[in-house]
């Protein structure tokens, strides 16, 4: 049974960091996925950071020069290390996984974790 559990989630001043973590557990790590979304209130979710089994990585165009996403493969762990927070960055994070291809749409993807929430305050 796949889980993934999100934490690191907080309340964060504008232009802070904050570190966020995905444990996974229940598949291996050869041929998936593994890739952050969030949502804003009243917004759809959308893909932040994607990592593929091959080691390639994928940014949305909002985040590429602040987000960075790693992957230990050893640990089954996916984090998303943000910097220069801004408000329009909070929102609820999710990490999610599938097989092959770190598409953008959520649709995507079969596996969810329930979240962590991020708040960036001025």
């Known amino acids: 049974q796949v889980q993934l559990v999100e934490s690191g989630g907080g309340s964060v001043q504008v232009g802070g960091s904050l570190r966020l973590s995905c444990s996974a557990s229940?598949?291996?790590?050869?041929?998936?996925?593994m890739a952050w979304f969030r949502q804003a209130p009243g917004k759809e979710r959308e893909r932040v950071a994607g990592?593929?089994?091959?080691?390639?990585?994928y940014y949305g165009d909002s985040v590429k020069d602040r987000f960075r996403i790693s992957r230990d493969s050893a640990k089954n762990t996916l984090d998303l290390q943000m910097n220069s927070l801004k408000p329009e960055d909070a929102g609820m994070y999710y990490c999610a996984a599938r097989v092959g291809y770190c598409y953008t749409r959520t649709s995507q993807y079969v596996y969810w974790g329930q979240g962590t929430q991020v708040t960036v305050s001025s």
């Open positions: 990592f593929d089994s091959g080691g390639r990585t």
């Open positions: 229940g598949f291996t790590y050869s041929g998936y996925c």
